[in-house]
């Protein structure tokens, strides 16, 4: 059993786009998503140029000093603009060689942002806009007044205090994303699920190529129980499902700092979900006849059932009645396995409805896909 089920890794990872499709294509889309939606912890870069006067100093000091952002200081505005085309800055702010001059002739100045049109971008820029116009209060209070010189009436400005508006923020109820849930957190959650079962779906064809070579005559010519070839065989399809897994989990931890809630009940969740994989993988096997049909229907299958259950587009966004529908699938049920763990701090103990729906859905398609396996295998 444990031969065959070595064999079927062996076989997976041979084959070198494999290894692109099952490990790196998903750490891929992990990054892409989680930069797209928020980053969490990770603050946006943003270039600045031409700070040479006092007021152009204090205002990117207190850019520095935003938590928004992280602050890059450039050469010129030619740099500017190639690092945020290439994407290696969120942004890039221009502050023109006039700009000390202008605030104290009391002349209006225009600040350039430069940016690509993105989410993180566009919310960078309002958390600029915000420091900019903190910042150059003091001077355009005195570009009202115009009394004196302008070096003191920006001191008298900075000075003066008013009485101020006290906000205050409660919520009811319980947020549905909890403000230390990242991006990538949301987005390593979706992506591992999709893969895994994508990967597991497809790769049935492995298990029809075995049929059609004559793997499995020349196996139950051999001293071997059917129980222990069907048993390696199952097992073969969920190590698959397992290894990737596991290898989203670490990669996406220490690459993106991703978290997945209690160690235990994220095991237990990748675990029943691989086996629901699995299963799913040998009927699929049981049943088709080429690896073409595999392939496609595999395709088909796995990015529709992903769709449905909540995998592509989160949960949350979801009306009632197609959460419903979406809850007839395994992922929806690994989605809200993996949210209680995540945004609830839940313990296995929490996620036991879960992993008892995933566990049963996983029996019935292990028993399903083993019978008509053995009818194909001996046929």
Known sequence: MFTIAWINLVRLFRDRTNI?????????????????????????????????????????????RSADMQVVRLDDDAEARARVERGTLTAALIIPPGYDHALSSFIPIQLPYITRN????LQLGAAVRAVVS???????AAAYVRNGSFGDLVAKAESVTV??????????????????????????????????????????????????????RRMYASPVSSGSILLG???????????????????????????????????????????????????????????????SLGLLLGLGLAAI??????????????????????????????????????????ILPQLGVLAGVAAALLALGSWRLRAALTR
């Open 20 to 64: 692109f499709f099952v490990i790196i294509f998903p750490i891929i889309l992990i990054m892409v998503l989680g930069l797209s939606f928020g980053s969490g912890g990770w603050s946006p870069r943003i270039g600045v140029t031409g700070a040479s006067g006092p007021q152009a100093a204090k205002l990117v000091a207190a850019l520095e």
């Open 118 to 121: 993105e989410p993180s971008a």
């Open 134 to 140: 903190e910042t150059t209060m003091p001077a355009r």
């Open 163 to 216: 009485p101020g508006i006290t906000i205050e923020v409660t919520t009811t109820g319980t947020a549905a994303i909890p403000g230390n849930v990242t991006g990538f957190d949301i987005s390593a959650t979706s992506q591992l699920l999709l893969f895994v079962f994508l990967t597991s779906l497809t790769g049935a064809a492995t298990l029809i190529e075995t049929r059609r070579l004559g793997l499995s």
């Open 233 to 295: 065989e199952a097992a073969g399809r969920v190590a698959v499902a397992l290894v990737q897994g596991l290898i989203i989990m670490l990669g996406s931890g220490l690459l993106f700092g991703v978290r997945w809630g209690d160690p235990l009940g994220a095991a237990a969740l990748l675990l029943a979900f691989s086996l629901v994989g699995g299963g799913a993988a040998m009927l699929l096997g049981a049943v088709l006849r080429t690896e073409q049909q595999a392939t």
């Open 309 to 350: 259950g909540g995998a592509m587009l989160p949960l949350d966004l979801f009306s009632g009645t197609m959460r419903q529908i979406a809850h007839f699938t395994p992922h929806a049920w690994a989605l809200d396995g993996f949210a209680e763990l995540l945004r609830r701090n839940g313990t296995i103990a929490d």
